[in-house]
């Protein structure tokens, strides 16, 4: 059964900083891994999808990477700003099957 | 450009009453999903369909039922609901078929749903 955990669980940091979360996932065969935001109350947006073969996607400040040998993907966020806040899920799927996600980080950034 | 639609955003519903979550995207997407999360258990899978007519259980179907009215409806029905109910819910959709290529994930606002 793939489990999928994000480290930290809660981070906070000051505006201007770059930052990186972690996403670690116990079956290396996935086919993608998304990394979504959740603001509060709110549904979650898609923000990068790393198809299996892909090693990065970038939008913007956001750089995602995947390490599929080693079960790892992380998020970097350049130069966080407090409109950054929010919650951060990863999640993966393979084949056919749905995505499975971890629990999240949440960022505070502090202006 | 709407997405994915979940109606009702919010219900209050007293135990043993049923009702119906409705879902439907505009993006002809063939695969659906119903999660639910709550704080600490992150997002589970309810139930999933991978294309019109097919239905599967998720992680945790107990007290669901679904029905994929067509290509664009996924709905999900409890129908005797519990305090343990009380979660929010997320439809989702994707265009999923192995060797396609990209097959992201988009997801409706949610439906907060308090079981009394």
């Known amino acids: 059964k793939q489990e999928v955990t994000q480290i930290p669980a809660a981070l906070s940091v000051p505006e201007g900083e770059n930052l990186v979360l972690n996403c670690s996932f116990t079956?290396?065969?996935?086919?993608?891994l998304q990394w979504f935001r959740q603001d509060p109350g709110k549904g979650l947006t898609s923000l990068l999808l790393?198809?299996?073969?892909?090693r990065e996607q970038t939008s913007g400040r956001l750089n995602a990477s995947l390490d599929k040998s080693s079960g790892r993907s992380t998020l970097y966020i350049a130069a966080s700003q407090p409109g950054d806040s929010a919650t951060y899920l990863c999640?993966?799927?393979?084949?056919?099957?749905?995505?499975?996600f971890g629990k999240g980080t949440r960022l505070s950034v502090i202006a | 450009n709407a997405g994915v639609t979940q109606t009702p955003k919010f219900q209050v519903l007293k135990t043993g009453q049923s009702m119906t979550l409705q879902c439907a995207q505009d993006?002809?997407?063939?695969?659906m999903y119903w999660y639910r999360q709550d704080p600490g258990m992150g997002l589970r899978l309810i139930y999933y369909?991978?294309?019109?007519?097919?239905?599967d259980k998720g992680e945790v179907p107990n007290g669901y039922n679904v029905s994929r009215l067509n290509k664009r409806e996924f709905s999900l029905r409890l129908e005797s609901a519990a305090p343990s109910q009380t979660s929010v819910y997320f439809c989702?959709?994707?265009?999923?078929?192995?060797?396609?290529?990209?097959?992201?994930?988009?997801f409706g606002q949610g439906t907060r749903l308090t079981v009394v």
């Open positions: 989702a959709s994707s265009e999923h078929r192995v060797g396609a290529g990209r097959a992201e994930a988009f």
């Open positions: 079956d290396s065969a996935i086919y993608n």
């Open positions: 790393i198809q299996s073969s892909q």
């Open positions: 999640a993966v799927n393979s084949g056919n099957t749905p995505l499975v």
């Open positions: 993006m002809n997407h063939n695969s």
């Open positions: 369909s991978a294309s019109e007519g097919t239905t």
